[in-house]
């Protein structure tokens, strides 16, 4: 429960947010709830799908969900105004 208040104390709210690995997708609905415009990048076509379905369930407006590497990032320098990843 920790990690919720983290991320609430982050103040997202208009900011451009990269999630490197995602995993399930429950960071990445609060910080979408919180007012990020989300972007997550994960190495699992599993934790791709699954999270997917997951916003698109819950009607949770993001970017993109990405399968990748945080070693080779998929995205222009300066996309973001911050990176989370836990």
Same mark, same amino acid.
């Given at each position: 429960p920790h990690i919720l208040r983290w991320? @609430? $104390?982050?103040?997202?709210? *208009?900011l451009r947010v990269l999630e490197i690995g995602f995993g399930? *997708?429950? @960071? #990445?609905e609060r910080l979408i709830r919180a007012g990020a415009?989300?972007? *997550?990048? @994960?190495?699992?076509?599993?934790a791709v799908e699954r999270t997917s379905r997951r916003l698109?369930?819950? @009607?949770? $407006?993001?970017e993109a969900?990405?399968?990748g590497s945080a070693c080779a990032l998929?995205?222009?320098d $300066? #996309?973001?105004?911050?990176?989370? #990843?836990?």
């Open positions: 991320i @609430d $104390a982050l103040n997202v709210e *208009g399930q *997708g429950a @960071d #990445s415009i989300w972007t *997550g990048i @994960d190495l699992t076509r599993e698109t369930m819950k @009607d949770l $407006a993001h969900v990405v399968e998929p995205f222009p $300066a #996309s973001f105004d911050l990176v989370y #990843s836990f």
